[in-house]
């Protein structure tokens, strides 16, 4: 399974990202659970939002009510759309992709500075 993110960049405090990460190759199946995680320098990789196979949509506290997650199972696709960026937010964002295994993305970096 290969992961592939796009999206991250530089963006003033307030503003708007949307991240996209596909899953492809051979054992890529539509049953899986796609999400995103953060890494901020010299801090640890933390959830931000993970869409599972069933249940509920997990998100971090710090991101409720300003970040969605949504998914294209069709296109093993899964989106992050980050409106009011803060500061904090500044990190690197892997895709995170578990069926059996889990996989991660190269990471994109998203940066939010004025």
């Known amino acids: 399974v290969q992961l592939a993110e796009s999206g991250g960049g530089l963006v003033q405090p307030g503003g708007s990202l949307n991240l996209s990460c596909v899953a492809s190759?051979?054992?890529?199946?539509?049953?899986?659970?796609m999400g995103w995680y953060r890494q901020a320098p010299g801090k640890q990789r933390e959830l931000v939002a993970v869409h599972p196979l069933r249940g509920t949509i997990n998100y971090a506290d710090s991101v409720k009510g300003r970040f969605t997650i949504s998914r294209d199972r069709n296109r093993n696709t899964v989106y992050l759309q980050m409106n009011s960026l803060e500061p904090e937010d500044t990190a690197v964002y892997y895709c995170?992709?578990?069926?059996?295994?889990?996989?991660w993305g190269q990471g994109t970096q998203v940066t939010v500075s004025s």
């Open positions: 190759g051979s054992g890529v199946v539509s049953i899986n659970a």
């Open positions: 995170y992709y578990h069926y059996r295994l889990t996989y």
